[in-house]
C-alpha cells in the first residue's frame, strides 16, 4: 500500500537535475507562497481558470491540509543553489465516488521540463492504487501543455468543450 502523506520519489528534468516529487506538507506554507510569488499571473490564470494572486488564511489552510484520501497533494522539490525550493505542485480532489478532479501549477521558469508530466504520472498511480477510475479536469482550452501532459499520461482521454474551458477525463481503469 502506498503512504501517500509518505510519498517521496526521485525523478530527473530534462537537463538531468534531480528533483523530489513528495507529499505536500502543512510546514510547507512558506515555501508554497514563496513558489506563488514566483510564478506569473499568466500561469495563476490558467491554474485557477480566473485572476488570482492573494489567498485567504481559509484557503491556505484548505491547500495544505490534505488527508491524503480525499485530498491529495504533491508537490516537486529542487536544488537551487543547495537550497531545496518548491519549484511546482499538482492535486487531486476526489469530488464524487471513484473521480477526483487534477490540478497542477508549476513556476514558469521551470515550466517545459517535464515536471508537469513528472507530477501526473505520480499522482495518476495513486489514484489508481486507491482505485480511482476517473481523473478530471477544467482546462482553458489553449492550454496545450496541460492537454499535452494529460495526452502523455497514456490513460485514455476523452475532452468537451464548453466555450474557452476544456472539460478533460482521463479513464484509470
Ligand atoms: C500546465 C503545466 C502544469 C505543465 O507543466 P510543465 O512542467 O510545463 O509540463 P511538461 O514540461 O511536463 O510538459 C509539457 C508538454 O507540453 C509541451 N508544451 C509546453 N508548452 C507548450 C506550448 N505552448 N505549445 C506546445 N507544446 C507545449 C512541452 O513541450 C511538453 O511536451 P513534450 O514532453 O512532448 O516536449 C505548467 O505549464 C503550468 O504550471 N502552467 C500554468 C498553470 C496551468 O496551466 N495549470 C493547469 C490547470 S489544471
Redesign the pocket.
Known amino acids: 500500500m502506498l503512504q501517500a502523506a509518505n510519498y517521496s520519489a526521485v525523478e530527473l528534468v530534462r537537463n538531468g537535475r534531480p528533483l523530489e516529487i513528495r507529499a505536500l506538507r502543512p510546514d510547507d506554507q512558506a515555501e508554497v507562497l514563496a513558489a506563488i510569488g514566483r510564478t506569473s499571473a499568466q500561469?495563476l490564470y490558467?491554474?485557477f481558470l480566473g485572476a488570482k494572486r492573494e489567498f485567504t488564511e481559509r484557503e491556505m489552510a484548505f491547500f495544505l491540509n490534505v488527508d491524503f484520501v480525499n485530498h491529495v497533494a504533491l508537490v516537486a522539490v529542487i536544488d537551487e543553489g543547495g537550497r531545496q525550493v518548491i519549484c511546482?505542485g499538482g492535486r487531486y480532489i476526489v469530488v464524487r465516488p471513484g473521480t477526483a478532479e487534477?490540478?497542477?501549477?508549476?513556476i514558469d521558469q521551470?515550466?517545459?521540463?517535464?515536471?508537469?508530466?513528472?507530477l501526473m504520472r505520480h499522482l495518476a498511480a495513486i489514484a489508481r492504487q486507491r482505485g480511482l477510475q476517473e481523473l478530471i479536469?477544467d482546462?482553458l482550452s489553449d492550454?496545450?501543455?496541460?492537454l499535452?501532459?494529460f495526452e502523455?499520461s497514456g490513460a485514455p482521454l476523452s475532452t468537451k468543450r464548453e466555450g474557452a474551458v476544456m472539460h478533460v477525463a482521463l479513464a484509470l481503469s
Open positions: 500561469s490558467r491554474r511546482g487534477l490540478a497542477f501549477a508549476v521551470y515550466q517545459g521540463q517535464g515536471i508537469g508530466a513528472a479536469a482546462v492550454n496545450v501543455a496541460m499535452k501532459v502523455k
